[in-house]
């Protein structure tokens, strides 16, 4: 078997997707903006198992941070990261360079409407411009068959969906389910920015989440009692930025009664925000 390719532009991916493809079909693609953990890690694992060529991307994307967050502060672990894709089995790996990736007169957006909005889209208002458009490029460059995304990001999934339909790009999303510490709390990159203190209080999340969803399949359907038992779960010093029930296909807020969907929450925990979800019914 031939060993990880990785290429650093858009010509050299031409050229490696080529020789991997061959007369092979299905190619799987995880991108990432790399600080790769076990979640990005199941992804390749399943991208891997369900076609004959599987790629991935690093890309620390500006056009998803804002001005007033720190581009430059994100972990870069290169090294690290690549040990773990060539051991997942990745056959190619781009490392994009934003001079690559938007050269001069680079030109376009997207911007998906509606999905877009509450969320993280409230809070960060730029930031699924940058994604959608990141990942339209991105599909361009590698064509896959199918892309892989953590439910983590619940409205990032909802996003390049809705983007898919919307522009009849053929590649299949599949969201793959949040992967966890052994205590429940979500992988992420940002768990790293977590103090002892933080990291011993994180859980709960998770922890609030599982109670509610017991509460929900106990029969409760309003919304305030999941919102009252979620904040009793939490650590006096999480500041909950929201906490509501959407649709996992449009990320449309949940009316009274809750009939499904998934109770997502982003909750700060001193500098660090924290983002998960749960579905609520089996
Ligand atoms: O989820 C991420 O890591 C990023 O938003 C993505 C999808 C790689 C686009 O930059």
């Not at 339909?165 to 992988?187: F, H, M, N």
């Not at 029969?219 to 509501?244: I, K, N, Q, T």
Request: proline share 5%; hydrophobic share 40%.
């Amino acid at each position: 078997m031939l060993g990880m390719r990785v290429v650093r532009s858009e010509a050299e991916l031409g050229a490696a997707l080529k020789t991997a493809r061959g007369a092979r079909e299905s190619l799987g693609f995880v991108p990432t903006m790399g600080a790769l953990h076990a979640g990005h890690i199941a992804l390749v694992e399943r991208a891997r198992g369900e076609n004959e060529v599987c790629a991935a991307s690093i890309f620390v994307n500006p056009l998803q941070f804002a001005p007033s967050e720190d581009l430059s502060a994100y972990p870069r672990t290169e090294e690290a990261d690549l040990a773990l894709l060539s051991a997942a089995g990745t056959d190619v790996v781009l490392i994009g360079r934003s001079e690559d990736l938007y050269p001069p007169g680079f030109a376009t957006t997207v911007d998906v409407a509606r999905v877009t909005e509450g969320g993280e889209g409230a809070q960060r208002p730029t930031h699924f411009r940058g994604v959608a458009t990141v990942v339209a490029k991105l599909f361009g460059m590698f064509q896959p068959t199918r892309a892989y995304f953590g439910w983590k990001d619940m409205q990032q999934c909802c996003v390049i969906k809705r983007m898919v339909r919307d522009l009849s790009l053929s590649v299949t999303i599949v969201p793959c389910e949040t992967v966890r510490e052994a205590d429940g709390l979500a992988c992420s990159s940002r768990n790293r920015y977590l103090d002892r203190e933080q990291r011993a209080k994180a859980p709960c999340i998770h922890r609030a989440l599982c109670a509610a969803r017991e509460l929900f399949r106990a029969g409760e359907r309003r919304h305030a009692a999941f919102e009252r038992l979620v904040r009793s779960h939490l650590e006096p010093d999480f500041v909950v930025d929201y906490l509501e029930v959407r649709d996992e296909e449009d990320f449309a807020r949940s009316a009274d009664p809750v009939t499904g969907g998934r109770l997502v929450i982003a909750a700060r925990l001193g500098r660090t925000r924290l983002l998960d979800n749960l579905p609520l019914a089996p």
